[in-house]
């Protein structure tokens, strides 16, 4: 799968749920998906990039405080 690696990946462009698949597990970042679970279950599958934030806000189950997380998260929908 090494010729799928990808280290940025742009809004507006189309990726294979493969190459996604690569640039999650070589990257910290989020994806968001419209596909939800199924996201990496057709590595065929194409999807697009349409949005990216630096960050997101998480809930903390240990403190009940919300906590901003500076992680890159993109929201992906299939095509």
């Known amino acids: ?5 990808l280290s940025n990946v742009e809004v507006g462009q189309n990726y294979l749920a493969k190459e996604l698949d690569s640039f999650v597990s070589t990257t910290d970042v989020v994806v968001l998906s419209n596909n939800e679970s199924q996201l990496f279950t057709d590595p065929e ?17 240990e403190d009940g405080e919300k906590y901003f997380r500076e992680k890159k998260a993109y929201v992906v929908e299939k095509v």
């Open 1 to 5: 799968m090494s010729q799928h690696r």
């Open 45 to 61: 599958r194409q999807y697009k990039v349409v949005d990216v934030f630096e960050g997101f806000f998480e809930h903390s189950a």
